[in-house]
């Protein structure tokens, strides 16, 4: 089943209800979208992308344009709210611009219309497409046998199908090696235990949920040969990607463990550098309650960053849709990439 998709609507996997509860809901309007963007019913960098997209379109069809004009500053409004929702995967703003610009080449409010939905549908399609490429590549460096560390969630449910890291782990099983998955929790949202655990279990692909402190304990204990997770926006000298990361690259390199970031193209923000990169930070609520069960005193100070960077220098390859990217980046990723 697809993570998003269009029908009379953006229809997406309601993330927050998983592992409870498989429940699909649809945005008819932008402010549905948005909200299920900041609260993480839809997630994931490339998953993201296909929302900005798609939000673009719901812009289209959510009021009863008459002029032109009137729409396309209405489409040029919404792509601004649809940016503003998260500010660290560079994906959400990529996805929206294409489906944007896409619009403003209409002549008409129908053709406008067509033009947007043919965009976002277009970049859905390739999703998959690279997604599957990204596998193709990944599982090269996988041996049968294998144990991978993994963190956040990077699979099926953060992109349209398939997954980034999970769907290199996803290939490789395909192909007949036997990989098994050590899932960090990842904490405080818990995409690890939550929605890496249920995706590896539907497609029967052996997991084990650990807690974030455990992971240095399994390093050491030679449990795991390699580290996969996906990312929410490569710069010039790290990996933007869930918080936790940056401590697991830093375990992984001290046990000499491969460390690998499966991601395509379009997390690629190669001109510019860490300083630049907005970390979103998230409420205090997501550390103070787990439900309505306090877990610290309600008046606590709280600090919630949603990622942190990885440097470059940590990790082993990258893993893209065009092929595996060794060190020196600065070479390598582009004459790869062509960026
Ligand atoms: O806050 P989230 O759940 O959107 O964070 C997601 C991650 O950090 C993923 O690892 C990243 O987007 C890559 S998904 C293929």
Redesign the pocket.
């Known amino acids: 089943m697809r993570t998003i998709f269009w029908k009379d609507g953006v229809v997406l996997i309601d993330q927050t209800k998983l592992p409870e509860k498989l429940e699909l809901i649809t945005c008819k309007h932008v402010v549905e979208l948005l909200d299920a963007i900041k609260r993480?019913a839809v997630?994931?960098?490339?998953?993201?992308e296909v929302a900005g997209a798609y939000g673009v379109v719901l812009a289209c069809i959510e009021k009863e344009f008459t002029r032109v004009d009137e729409m396309k500053s209405h489409l040029i409004k919404t792509f601004d709210l649809i940016v503003s929702t998260?500010p660290t995967?560079v994906n959400l703003s990529i996805g929206a611009k294409r489906a944007l610009d896409a619009a403003l080449k209409g002549g008409s409010i129908d053709e406008i219309i067509r033009l947007a939905l043919q965009e976002a549908e277009k970049i859905a399609r390739e999703d998959i497409d690279r997604n599957r490429k990204i596998g193709e590549y990944g599982s090269k460096i996988l041996e049968d046998g294998d144990t991978v560390l993994t963190?956040?969630?990077?699979?099926r449910l953060?992109?349209v199908d398939w997954?980034?890291?999970l769907g290199v782990v996803r290939s490789a099983v395909n192909e007949g090696k036997k990989i098994r998955v050590i899932a960090c929790e990842t904490r405080p949202?818990n995409?690890g235990s939550r929605l890496t655990c249920w995706e590896l279990i539907q497609d029967g692909i052996d997991v084990t949920l650990i807690t974030d402190s455990t992971a240095a304990h399994v390093m050491k204990q030679g449990m795991v040969d390699k580290v996969i997770?996906?990312?929410?926006r490569i710069v010039r000298d790290s990996v933007f990607?869930?918080i936790g990361?940056y401590m697991i690259s830093i375990v992984a390199k001290e046990h000499g463990i491969p460390f690998y970031v499966?991601?395509p193209k379009t997390?690629f923000d190669w001109k510019k550098t860490s300083k630049e990169v907005i970390i979103?930070e998230r409420s205090a609520e997501e550390l103070v309650y787990c439900g309505e069960k306090l877990l610290a005193p309600k008046n606590v100070n709280v600090y919630n960053p949603?990622?942190d960077s990885t440097p470059l220098d940590n990790v082993t390859a990258i893993i893209t849709e065009h092929g595996i990217i060794e060190p020196p980046y600065d070479v390598n990723v582009p004459k790869v990439l062509r960026i």
């Open positions: 993480l997630r994931g960098a490339p998953a993201l998260r995967a963190y956040c969630n990077a699979g953060a992109t997954g980034t890291a949202l995409q997770v996906g990312a929410d990607n869930k990361t499966a991601a997390t979103e949603a990622f």
